[in-house]
C-alpha cells in the first residue's frame, strides 16, 4: 500500500500537467485552417447587452468574427491590432464560455474594437461554426460566405497575407456588379 500513496501525488501531478497541456494546445499552436463551413449559417444570437438578432442581420457588407474570452492569454496579443483593424472593417466578436460581466469589464478596461459581441456562454454557436479555440478569426462576406479564417492569435503579417487579398478581391468583386 506504501507503494501506491508514493506513486499517487506523481500520478495526479503528470494527468494535471496533460489536461493543462491539452487545453492550452489550439491556443499555443497557432495554425491555418480551412473553414469547416463555406458559408455562416442561420442562427439565433443574443449579444452581450440582450439585443437578439441572427446571423442574417450581420450580412450586406464584409466583416471580421472574432472568437475571444477575458480568460484567453492569446486574445490579448492580437487586440491591439483588432482595435487598428475596427477602422476598416466591422468586428464583431463572439465571446466564448466568459460571463458577461467578465467579458464587459475587459472590454472596458482595455478598448472595443467590436462593432457587436455575441453572448456564448455555453459554446453553441462556437460549435455550430467549428471553432477550434480562442483565438480564432473569421473573415465573412457581404452574403456569408467565409473568405479565409485563421486559428490563434491574429498579426499584422497574417492580416496582410492571408486576409486582405481575399477582403479586397471581395470588395472589388462586389463593386464591379
Known amino acids: 500500500m506504501s507503494g501506491i500513496k508514493r506513486w499517487l501525488p506523481l500520478l495526479a501531478g503528470s494527468l494535471f500537467l496533460l489536461l493543462l497541456l491539452w487545453a492550452l494546445y489550439p491556443a ?3 495554425v491555418t485552417k480551412q473553414a469547416s463551413i463555406s458559408t455562416l449559417p442561420p442562427l439565433t444570437l443574443t449579444t452581450l447587452n440582450g439585443e437578439s438578432l ?3 442581420t450581420l450580412l450586406g457588407q464584409p466583416f471580421l468574427l472574432n472568437v475571444w474570452a477575458s480568460w484567453c492569454t492569446n486574445c490579448r496579443k492580437e487586440h491591439a491590432l483588432l482595435q487598428t483593424l475596427s477602422g ?6 463572439l465571446n466564448y464560455r466568459d460571463t458577461p460581466d467578465a467579458a464587459k469589464g475587459w ?3 482595455v478598448g472595443d474594437p467590436y462593432s457587436r459581441v455575441i453572448d456564448d456562454q455555453q459554446g453553441q454557436t462556437a460549435l455550430a461554426l467549428g471553432v477550434i479555440g480562442t483565438p480564432e478569426s473569421w473573415l465573412i462576406g457581404p ?3 467565409v473568405l479565409a479564417r485563421y486559428v490563434g492569435p491574429l498579426t499584422s503579417e497574417i492580416w496582410q497575407t492571408q486576409f486582405l487579398p481575399p477582403l479586397s478581391a471581395n470588395r472589388t468583386k462586389e463593386t464591379a456588379q
Open 143 to 145: 452574403h456569408g460566405e
Open 28 to 30: 499555443s499552436s497557432p
Open 88 to 93: 476598416q472593417l466591422p468586428i464583431i466578436g
Open 107 to 109: 472590454l472596458n478596461s
Open 54 to 56: 441572427t446571423t442574417d
